[in-house]
């Protein structure tokens, strides 16, 4: 056989196995969303839930699970910056690094219930915060940092040295170069790790059953960080799971829609505007 034709078979392998994931995910999106949308309404989407009566809303829940999110990421991205600037810019190869590294990408691979019963050991039987949104997002942010670290060092290491030296050689200290010409560059990529890792985060169910609980606050858009925070994916679990109402089936098919659809506009929002500020940053540097 020719290199020629074995190159064609090789192509033509990729081609059908590309296609076959893409038609599995469209497959599986289309029948949620066909599902799942004749059961979207404005009352639904910002009604509250119901524990035994038909009809229920998941407002609470929505407002949950961006309110959780948002909280988490600002614990977590803050202390995934500054551990991705070490490693990428300041820590040289040594044991300690290495060892840090093995420890975050240990840490990534912790299964999530896992790290739901420590979050419960440490954070609400240990610090005494209760079943709360607090311990949810407290717990959830241990789910985020070792993939924002990771995808950190990874954004700032793509920057060109020549950027660097560029601006050391015009004066600039490192903290200076750093701050005003790495990040920039990286931001594209920090935007891809910082959506992905929020998309994660946001159906998110065996962390925030131990942390949050199953229960709402019966006032929509509730900010106290003391009170319970069952967001739409653990009530999705919940009603499929141990719920009494009698059109489960129905919520449960809306809840799965909305997520979709959710996750799809939150990482649009992120991605679009990354692309065209790498587009930008690209046709600047040619």
């Known amino acids: 056989m020719s290199s020629r034709i074995s190159d064609k078979i090789a192509t033509a392998v ?3 196995a ?8 469209a497959s599986f999106l289309l029948y949620m969303l066909y599902k799942g949308i004749p059961v979207l309404s ?31 990421m600002v614990v977590s991205f803050p202390v995934a910056l500054g551990a991705g ?12 690094t290495d060892l840090i590294r093995l420890s975050t ?3 990534a691979t912790v299964p999530s219930i896992v790290l739901g019963l420590f979050g419960m050991i440490v954070f609400i039987n240990y610090m005494g915060l209760g079943i709360t949104i607090l311990s949810g997002a407290l717990t959830l942010s241990l ?8 995808v950190t060092e990874e954004s700032l290491r793509t920057v060109p040295g020549y950027y660097r030296e560029a601006s050391l050689a015009l004066g600039a200290t490192k903290w200076q170069t750093i701050w005003r010409v790495v990040l920039p560059n990286a931001l594209p990529g920090l935007i891809t790790g910082i959506t992905l890792t929020a998309g994660r985060a946001m159906g998110e169910t065996a962390i925030l059953i131990f942390t949050a609980g199953t229960t709402v606050s019966r006032q929509l858009g509730d900010f106290d960080v003391f009170a319970a925070g069952e967001t739409l994916a653990v009530h999705l679990w919940y009603v499929m799971g141990i719920g009494l109402v009698p059109d489960r089936l129905d919520i449960a098919n809306g809840i799965g829609a909305l997520l979709i659809i959710t996750i799809l506009l939150f990482n649009l929002a992120f991605t679009i505007p990354g692309r065209i ?7 600047s540097q040619h």
């Open 105 to 107: 990408e240990s840490l």
């Open 18 to 25: 590309a296609f076959a994931i893409l038609g599995i995910l």
């Open 143 to 150: 789910l985020n940092i070792p993939v924002l670290v990771r």
């Open 42 to 72: 404005r009352q639904f989407i910002t009604g509250m839930p119901s524990d035994i009566r038909a009809g229920g809303g998941v407002g609470p829940e929505l407002f949950n699970s961006f309110y959780i999110l948002f909280l988490s």
């Open 85 to 96: 600037i070490y490693l990428a810019e300041y820590a040289r190869k040594s044991r300690v």
């Open 277 to 283: 500020l790498q587009k930008r940053m690209t046709g």
């Open 14 to 16: 990729a081609w059908l």
